[in-house]
Structures are given as C-alpha cells and as structure tokens.
C-alpha cells in the first residue's frame, strides 16, 4: 500500500506542482535543492520564523478561535475581516512545503491538529464558512449562505486556499485527512453552482485556481467544469454605472472585482490587483487543460496592458490604495505607490503561468523583476515583521515623514504575511523548466535538480551561483546514460544585460554596454546568440561532467521611464543585475529626498557581509540641495545606494527609488 501511495504521490506531484498540462513544465519545487546563500537563509527563517510567527498571531488574534467557535456552532467573528479563515489555510499550505524541504515532526503534528479542529468546523454537507456557521451576522454575509457572494462575502475565496492547501498538504505529507475535507467541500459546491443551479462570479477569486488543483488530485473533472463556470459567470451582472463613465467608481461598474465584461472580451488590467491577478493565474490553468485559445487570447491582452503601461520597475503592480489595485494608464505615482506583496506574489503567479504556456522568457524577467523587488521586500530580514504597501520612496514634508515607513509584526488583514509563508518555500519550483528535450534555466540561484528528458533519459543540473552580487554561474551537468544524453540546455538572458531592461517600452536604459563570449563549455568559448525565445540554447549530446560556466556582466545601470509616466519626468533609477537600489536615511545623513543625480555619475559597487545579513552597495558623488528662505543651496556629497528589499530594517526615515536629475528646472551634469 506504501508503494502505490508513493507512485501516487510522485504522479500527484508532477501533474500538480510541475504544471504538466502546461506545454512547459516547470520542474516541482520539492525536486529542486537549494545550495545558495540568498535565498536558502530565507526559505530557512520563513520556515523557522515566519511560519512559527504566523501560527502564533493566527493564535492570539482568534482566527483559530473562530474555527473553535464554528466547531460549537457558537460565537462572534474574532478580528474584523470574514477572510481571515484564510490565512489558516495560506499558513497550512507554506507549512506543507517547508515539511517538503526540510521534515519537522513537531509542526506535522500541529497542522493535524489544526485540520482536527477544521473537520470539526465544517458542517455536515460539507459548507465550511466560520463566520456563517458560528452564528455571527457580518454585513459582509447576508442572511443566506453565498447571497453576497457577488461582493464581499469571500466564501469561495476561502475555499480556493483552503484547496490550495489542502493539496499541497497532501503532496507533503501522503496523508487524506485535509484533502478528504476539501473533497467533501468541492462536493457541496457543486450541488450549488453549474449550469441550471446558482450563477455567480465570485467576488474575489482563487477559487478557480483551486478547483484546477482539485481537479488534478482527483481526477473528477467536474472541479475542472465548475473552475470554467465560474470563470465564465463574469460580466453577466448589471451594475449602476458603464465603465468609462468618468463619475464611476470601480465598485459601481464591476470592474473592482474584474466583473465588468465577459473575460474573454477584457483587454486591460483593472481593478484590484490581487483579484486579477488569481483571475488570469485562473485562466492560464483552465485554458492549459481545455486548450481554450479565446482565454490566452484575453489574457495575451491583459498582460501587454498590465506590462506596458500599469507596473512598477520594481515588479509592484497596483498604484491605487483606495481600492488596492491598477489606476489608469502610465500612472504611477511613487510616494503612494500602494503594490501590495500579495500583488506582487500575484504578478508572480501569472507570469510563471504566461512562460509555461509560451516558453518566453519576457515572463521569467518579469518574475525575477518581481521576485527580487517586488514582494522579497514584503519581509523583514527578522522573518517576524511585514510591509502590506511597498512604495518607492518615503519623504519628510513639513517635518512629518509621508506614509508608513514602518514594518508591522501583523496586520487586522494579514493577507499578505500569509501569503509570504506559502510563496517563499514555493521559490525552488521558479528555477527549472522543460518541453521533451529541451532544458530551460530560468532563475540563476545555487540548486540542483534531477528530471527525465524523454522516456529512457534523465539528466542532472547542478547550479552554482552567487546571484544577485556576482554574475559568474557553473553548472555541472549529468546524465542517467553512460553514452550520454542529448537535449537543448536554455540559459535565460536576462534582459539587463543587454539593455532590454523591461520586457516592454515602459522603462529604458539609454546607454547599451555590448557583451559576447559570455559562455563556455568544459572551457571553451561557445559563440551563441538570444534566440527568439530570450535564451541562449546549446544543443548537444551531453555527458556525466560537462561543466558549463556563463558570465552575466553585472552593470550598474540608469533606467528612465516612459515619457507618459508625469510622476517621473526627470527622474533617474538605479539597477544592478536584477536589483534595484534606493537611498535610506540610515546611509546619507537622514535625509534622501534632497539628492541629485547628474549624467555622468559613476558608481562603485561593495560587498559589506555585516550589512543588513549581507548585501552590495552601490556608491557614487552627487549633488544635495537645501533650501533656505533666500535661496537654493547645494552641495556636493557621497549617496550610498542599498538593495530596495532591504529597506527598512534600521528604523524609520527617509528612503528614495527614482532621483531627480534636475534642480529648479536645471539639469546638474555631475
């Protein structure tokens, strides 16, 4: 019986993980060991601290006393948000990877336990809800179970995660006893919703990711249908007001909840980001299974939208905090810039799923944009405190320091730490990719991971690398048969080393450095160039000790933005390999927002080991400016520059992404 459960469970793990049904396979995160020493410290303090931390404020906090309560059938709503079921699940699920990595008797028990006291709160025709079934009145619920589901009542929110989670637990640890809940859940479903009974797009989705993950669990393709449906539910509903009426707000037409049009007729990125992001993730898994080209289509769409007018150059999406999401075309404003991680994790999400389908590697930088920016700064070097907003800089205006320059230890919505403890064990599953016997290298980070290319063969890669501060990576490569194997191996080209910095035309740099003879097999030079998919491929039989070595010139480099963006006319940032640096307070005399960049600033770069767990800086001279009430003063100082997710793990000040290149109109030349 152990045998069949683990054939099942490697079976489970590469339709499920690997995404198979994609015509590009991303290789599963438990199939690739981290040895680097960037990202393996902190998938270790996500799993030692951040996990443990989450529990505990899910503790304190009663979102695990809810689940109590509803197991009485008794008792008030702990906390302000009817979502919150939520994060015991997104926890759930990051504890099922890390049990993946690294196996801790302790936590495998918890999380038993926990699901114990879940059972116990789902009623007996598989409906699990705790603020309904405790008995509480929420404005946000209605009086009838999924009555306002359209809106605000999260329910099939809820049960996307806890789908999420329940699969991913079961991956980890072979036992049924969460995915049997979720199955009894995904039963009741379905009694309720399909064609001829309830019709409704959910008010936030991911239960259309999760139904697809069920659906691979299981086999009952019925999950799968009933993922379409709702996909298919959208822009059915009447609102108030069109969209483009100016007066409108996003709540009053639709497109708050992305409900404003059929999905395969939206073309642009609006609403809550989050919301869209799980939407399109969605519609990437259905349209993989189904080969729904009308779906890729949208979402083709959507994303040269979302890319090439509404994303941060930090990967942050949603420039919006009132309703957390995209604003209008090219406008990113810096201090308010909102992109919340859990958008960024999104952004994620949907990219890996754009490769999977395409094989492009635009997807990928965007990832590694995303991933390195965008949402590692949502935690603390600590692992205990969060950013929920990531703006682009913080400034002092009238003595007062504009925004939360802040990191919390929890929030009363904390779903972005949530979030952060089930993506960060997941990072491994971004690295590796194939399609028959082609090998894609995604993400440069120290790993090694064994996979089959075709039906007799299989192949090794191990990785060596010291990314983001150094560009020179290894990889040894191995193969089952002694002859040798032959396959394509795909060295993504990052798109900062050859001046496509952006996978679209919204950001540039305008002083383009050439490269060549940048890879070598077993020593030897090897002339290749990016093909049309953004990789360099080396096609050729391989054998057990081939060494590969390619050398990514790691520029500092000036990106300016597209002539649209008001907000950033005049304005200069600074990028190294894929990182993007800011000024802090802690660095340059308290204060950044008086800093100057000329045209011929020259940066240095330096490794400083005790510097915020270790990172490179960047220095160079630049203009400073104070003004008195006579006149404008400046001087000339030394800016050191920090990695951007570094930010904010000193104290509180001033921290600044974009620089000014002029004063008063005046461009400073150096």
Known sequence: MRKILTIVLILFSGVLFGQSYYPYQGITFNKVHLNDNFWLPKIEINRTETIPWSFHQSKITGRIKNFEQAAARSGKLCGVYVFDDSDVYKIIEGASYSLQIKYDKKLDDYVDSLITVIGAAQEPDGYLFTTRTMGDTHEWIGSQRYEKEHELSHELYNMGHFYESATAHFLATGKRNMLDLAIKNANHLLTVFGPGK?????????????LVKMYLATG????????????????KRIYAKMPGDKEATVWETGEYWQDHKPAIEQTEAIGHAVRATYLYSGMADVAALTQNQAYINAINKIWENAAGKKTYITGGIGSSGGWEGFGPDYQLPNESAYCETCAGIGNVYWNHRMFMLTGE?????????????????????????????NPMEYTTINGKLSGENKRSPWFKCSCCPSNICRFMPSIP?????????????????????????????????????????????????????????????????????????????????????????????????VDVRRNNQGYFEINR????????????????????????????????????????????????????????????????HNF???????????????????????????????????????????????????????????????
């Open 541 to 604: 039989l391989w054998k057990n000790g081939d060494i590969v070595e390619l050398n990514l010139p790691m520029y500092t480099q000036k990106v300016y933005s597209h002539e649209k963006i008001e907000t950033n006319k005049n304005l200069v940032s600074i990028q190294r390999g894929p990182l993007m640096y800011c000024a802090e307070f802690a660095d340059n005399d308290g204060k950044t927002s008086n800093i100057v960049f000329g045209a011929a600033n020259n940066f240095t």
């Open 608 to 670: 400083e080991p005790n510097l915020l767990n270790g990172v490179t800086t960047l220095s160079t001279t630049a203009k400073a400016f104070n003004f008195t009430e006579q006149e404008i003063n400046t001087s000339t100082k030394t800016v050191k520059l920090i990695p951007y997710y570094a930010r904010s793990n000193r104290g509180i000040g001033e921290m600044k992404l974009w620089f000014s290149t002029k004063i008063m109109g005046v461009r400073i030349e150096n």
């Open 429 to 525: 599953g971004y690295i590796y990719a194939k399609k028959g016997a082609q090998v894609f290298v995604n993400l440069y980070i120290g790993s090694e991971s064994s996979f089959s290319v075709d039906a007799k063969n299989s192949v090794t890669i191990k990785q060596t690398s010291n990314m983001p501060w150094e560009g020179n990576v290894k990889f040894e490569v191995g193969a089952n048969n002694k002859k040798g194997t032959t396959f394509s191996l795909n060295l993504r080209v990052p798109g900062w080393i050859d001046g496509r910095i952006f996978p679209t035309n919204l950001y540039e740099v305008r002083e383009i450095s050439e490269y060549g003879g940048i890879v070598k097999v077993n020593g030897i030079e």
């Open 220 to 235: 009952d393709k019925r999950y799968l249908d009933l993922s379409q449906f709702f996909i298919e539910c959208r822009g």
């Open 361 to 389: 590697s635009k997807y990928m930088d965007m990832v590694e944009r995303t991933l390195y920016n965008g949402i590692l700064g949502g935690i603390g070097l600590d692992g205990k405190t969060f950013y929920y907003a």
């Open 198 to 210: 309830k019709s409704v797009a959910p008010g936030h989705q991911v239960i259309e990711i999760g």
